[in-house]
C-alpha cells in the first residue's frame, strides 16, 4: 500500500515561524494568535498584502529549517517503515517566490526532511526519490495518480475537491487547527496520531 502526503502545512507547520518573523519584521503585534491564517489576515487587514507575500518566500525559502514538523509526523512515517507501508511526499510548489529574494523553494524543502531526519537510513529512511515537488497544480494531481496512491492526505479542502483529483484516491483532511469542522467529503483528522489510529488501522497493514 501506498500513502501519499502533502508537505507544507501537513507535514510542517509553519505557525510559529510565521508569527515569530512578522513580529520581528513589524507587521503585527505579538498578541495576534500564533497561526499562519492570523498572520495573513491581520497583515491584508493593515494592507500589507506585497510583505506577507514576500514573508511567504523567505519562511519557504530562507527560514524553513527553522519550521517544526507536526506532532506525530515523523512517528507516522516510523510506524508505516516498520510495517511495510510506502509513503511518496506530493508537493505542489513554485521553484522560486512571487516576490523577493529567488530562493530555491525546491531545494529548500528537500533540506528540511534532511535537517528534520527524513532520509536517515536508521531513521525514517524516506527514498529521495519519493519526494515529488511539481510545479503546477495539474501536475500534482496527475502525480498523485501516477504514484498510485491508496490514499492521499492534504490540509486543504480545494486541492482534494479538484474535479482531477484522482477518484481512486482516498482523501484524508488534515486539519490541526480545525478550520473545517464541517467538511464532509473527506475523511478528516485532527493529528497524525489520529491518522495513525484511523487510517492506518482502517487500512487494515500495521495492527
Ligand atoms: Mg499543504
Request: charged share 25%; proline share 6%; glycine share 8%.
Amino acid at each position: 500500500m501506498l500513502i501519499g502526503v502533502d508537505f507544507d502545512n501537513t507535514i510542517v507547520s509553519y505557525d510559529a515561524l510565521f508569527h515569530r518573523l512578522a513580529v520581528e519584521q513589524g507587521h503585527i503585534g505579538p498578541e495576534v494568535p500564533a497561526t499562519k491564517e492570523q498572520v495573513r489576515d491581520t497583515m491584508r487587514r493593515a494592507g500589507r498584502e506585497d510583505a506577507w507575500t514576500e514573508l511567504q518566500g523567505y519562511v519557504y525559502g530562507a527560514r524553513i529549517c527553522e519550521a517544526s514538523a507536526f506532532p506525530g509526523v515523523k512517528e507516522f512515517f516510523q510506524t508505516c517503515r516498520a510495517a511495510g507501508v510506502e509513503i511518496c511526499i506530493v508537493s505542489h510548489k513554485t521553484k522560486h517566490p512571487f516576490r523577493g529574494p529567488a530562493y530555491d523553494l525546491h531545494r529548500a524543502a528537500l533540506d528540511w526532511l534532511e535537517h528534520n531526519g527524513f532520509f536517515d537510513p536508521q531513521g525514517i529512511d524516506l527514498p529521495r526519490e519519493s519526494v515529488y515537488l511539481r510545479t503546477t497544480l495539474a501536475d500534482k494531481l496527475r502525480q498523485i495518480g501516477d504514484c498510485g496512491c491508496a490514499h492521499f492526505i492534504d490540509d486543504l479542502p480545494e486541492l482534494l475537491s479538484e474535479p482531477a483529483f484522482p477518484v481512486a484516491v482516498e482523501r484524508w483532511l488534515f486539519d490541526p487547527n480545525d478550520h473545517h469542522p464541517h467538511e464532509a467529503r473527506f475523511a478528516r483528522a485532527g493529528s497524525w496520531r489520529e491518522l495513525d489510529e484511523r487510517l492506518l488501522r482502517v487500512a487494515g497493514s500495521c495492527r
